[in-house]
């Protein structure tokens, strides 16, 4: 197989705010003020503080990093107008929903994976938010099947909340949405080429 090679330098050719509605389903969250909005999300590994954070200043929004009072990490954005169209697709009186459209898209993928993605003994994990049970689980499990990774939903007793992606098919597919692992991040944490 062929290593496609990129069409332009820039890193952030062709990203865009909207993808980081994958950090949505993952459990991030989205807070209005006045006319703008701010994305936030905890992560446990710092590796994945610094991967979140780069892929917010990509989009032109610059990530800081806060201590979490239970030794995790928080990645938010400034709050920035940017943000307002998602926060108004996503937001169902005091819940959470993706829109009825939602699709995921490469750079989703890889932010849920950045996010909440590991390895375990049967495939890969692609972690939810624990509180979005009524609003983005099941969401979340349409659109993996609509980009040709149906996954297995996992509860909160199994490991989960997650949904877990097997077989080659399905995770040669996930590793090209996901594109190449970030760096720091652990051999487990990042999805294995099933062909190796």
């Known amino acids: 197989m062929h290593e496609q090679l990129p069409l332009f330098d820039d890193p952030s050719a062709g990203l865009e705010i909207a993808d980081l509605e994958g950090l949505l389903v993952a459990g991030a969250a989205l807070v209005q003020r006045g006319a703008e909005a701010r994305l936030s999300i ?12 780069g892929a917010f200043d990509l989009r032109g929004l610059p990530g800081e ?14 709050f920035h107008r940017g943000l307002m169209p998602m ?3 996503w937001s169902r ?12 898209t490469a750079a989703r993928v890889r932010l849920w994976a950045l996010a909440t993605g590991r390895g375990d003994s049967a495939g890969y994990l692609l972690g939810l938010g624990r509180t979005d049970e009524g609003s983005c689980w099941s969401a979340a499990g349409k659109a993996l099947a609509a980009a040709g990774l149906a996954g297995t939903m996992l509860g909160p007793r199994a490991g ?7 077989g080659q098919r399905r995770s040669r597919r996930l590793l090209e ?12 944490a990042w999805p294995r080429n099933p062909y190796a």
């Open 42 to 53: 905890v992560v446990s590994e710092q590796w994945r503080a610094a991967a979140i954070g």
């Open 65 to 78: 990093t806060v201590q979490t009072f239970d030794a995790q990490v928080a990645v938010r954005t400034p």
């Open 87 to 89: 926060a108004h697709q």
């Open 93 to 104: 009186g005091s819940s959470k929903l993706p829109p009825a459209d939602w699709r995921l």
């Open 160 to 166: 989960g909340p997650a949904y877990r992606i097997v």
């Open 177 to 188: 949405m996901v594109g190449q692992v970030p760096a720091q991040a652990p051999p487990a």
